[in-house]
């Protein structure tokens, strides 16, 4: 996978958990929504861990560890794409 | 070479060539009461005009322009609306990428606005 479509993936993943998180706040017994919400809550730290271990870190303040040297200001910023 | 005015500079102090002149023109009563004048029919035009109108606003245009006393009488007569929203049930959600593109992960609730009343 390329930089761009693991970005994609992550953004697709981010929003289906902010949608989920919000029917879950009328329906928290609901079976098929928990079930949704932690397998894309898996499936998005998955792809956090993998994008992080490939281009760098995806949020600064003490969310993740620098691992090769201060990486955050490595990453291209969005503006620079 | 010293500097000297332009030749076609008759009076400085005339309504075309005095900004503070102007300025003061611009402001003065007469004038600011045909502007309020005519801004107040464009305005009314312009709301006319405007499909997205709420209903208080409509009401309130209705109100001043062609209802009886009666009629609005009767308007005032009626109970206050109750809105409810029904509560959701849990359908097929979308994949993830559609979801995104769509902006709901629901389908019942993709409703894109097409422009239409």
Known sequence: ?81 | MSRSAPKHTVNKFSRATCPFTCFLWHFSDIFKTVRRTVFSFFAYYVMKALPGLSAFERMTTLQNECLTTEQMNMLNSFPLAKAYVPYQVYSEPYTPEKALQRGTMWPGLDQPWEGKA
Request: glycine residues 4%.
């Open chain 1, 1 to 81: 996978m390329t930089q761009q479509e693991l970005l994609n993936q992550l953004q697709q993943i981010a929003f289906y958990l902010v949608d989920l998180n919000l029917y879950m706040d009328t329906h928290p017994d609901c079976p098929q929504g928990l079930a949704l919400y932690n397998t894309y809550a898996t499936k998005l730290r998955e792809l956090r861990m993998q994008y992080e271990q490939a281009y760098g870190p995806l949020l600064n303040f003490g969310n993740m560890l620098a691992k090769n040297g201060f990486d955050w200001i490595n990453s291209p910023w969005p503006w620079e794409n």
